[in-house]
């Protein structure tokens, strides 16, 4: 096929996903997360890595071929200081992907101008594509505009130590939001324990808890099960049970978690969650996901 029509059979919108609410819609509505300086794919957070990687059911590392600049008319879209690339690329590795992929992929990918308004030399680069099959072999999509970044050997082993995470028999399903939470006030005073139960994509149960003794820190923990049990321990950051929660939580406990509970004990619980907000720290990323 001759790349003009190749890249007539890419035009469509579709092919360029410019919302990532509709990728992320549980995280959209969740904590605000805290945007960083953007310093190109190299200053990529854990979490920006693993929303691209969560999303993507085709992660490969390609070599860029040949690149084709299209006219204003044939892109519709695009953010200002970006230009749409009709890219073609050979792939090198399938880090995901179960229906594998072609040797040849072509895409559309909507670069960053620099402050004179040049495009970045990308033939021949070496970088890892986020995408989708699309509707003819060897055409695949990007599963949002900025879901190409450089291969660095760095870069490619934190991709694949994510999908590792997600794929893991004992990976931490989507948070979706807070259920109940309970309080019980311990005999002295300073003494007490909150539970909080979360939801969840796939109905495992999780909790969070807190427990208070005198004279002692507060010590908070996750349960991935329906029993709290010594075992469980606060989410190392950086892991992907850490992103589930940091970057799905709310800022506070909403009214209807503690609805049944009295003033004082519902006053404790939202101070409980509190501390594991803070806790956690913020979700930073270096792109918008919304």
């Known amino acids: 096929m001759k790349p003009a029509t190749l890249i007539r059979s890419l035009l469509s919108p579709c092919l360029i996903l410019a919302a990532n ?43 860029i071929r040949n690149i084709i600049a299209l006219k204003p008319d044939q892109a519709t879209g695009v953010a200002p200081g970006h230009k749409r690339l009709f890219v073609e690329a050979d792939v090198t590795s399938l880090i995901r992907g179960e229906a594998g992929i ?30 989708r099959p699309a509707a003819r072999p060897g055409e695949v999509q990007l599963i949002a505009p900025d879901a190409q970044i450089p291969a660095t050997p760095v870069q490619i082993d934190r991709v694949k130590s994510v999908l590792s995470a997600l794929v893991a028999p004992n990976t931490p399903p989507r948070i979706l939001g807070l ?7 311990g005999t002295i005073a300073g003494e007490g324990e909150t539970q909080i139960f979360l939801r969840t994509e796939n109905g495992d149960p999780v909790s969070l808890s807190v427990l208070r003794r005198p004279g002692q820190p507060p010590r908070w923990a996750v349960a991935l099960g329906e029993i709290v049990d010594e075992a469980a321990r606060a989410p190392e950051p950086g892991t992907l049970l850490w992103y589930r929660l940091a970057c799905s939580l709310p800022p506070a406990l909403p009214p ?14 939202r101070a409980d969650y509190r501390l594991v907000i803070d806790a956690l720290g913020p979700c930073e990323r270096t792109r918008a996901t919304s």
């Open 256 to 269: 209807r978690a503690v609805r049944t509970l009295a003033v004082a004990d519902a006053e404790a619980a």
């Open 102 to 131: 072609s040797p040849l992929v072509t895409y559309l990918y909507d670069v960053r101008l620099d402050a004179r308004g040049k495009m970045p030399k990308l033939k021949k680069a070496h970088v890892i594509l986020f995408a």
């Open 179 to 185: 259920g109940d939470a309970f309080h019980v006030a």
């Open 21 to 63: 609410s509709a990728i992320f819609p549980a995280s959209a509505q969740q904590r605000p997360v805290i945007a960083q300086p953007a310093g190109g794919a190299g200053g990529l957070t854990y979490a920006d890595i693993v929303d691209l990687a969560d999303a993507a059911p085709m992660v490969a590392v390609v070599r």
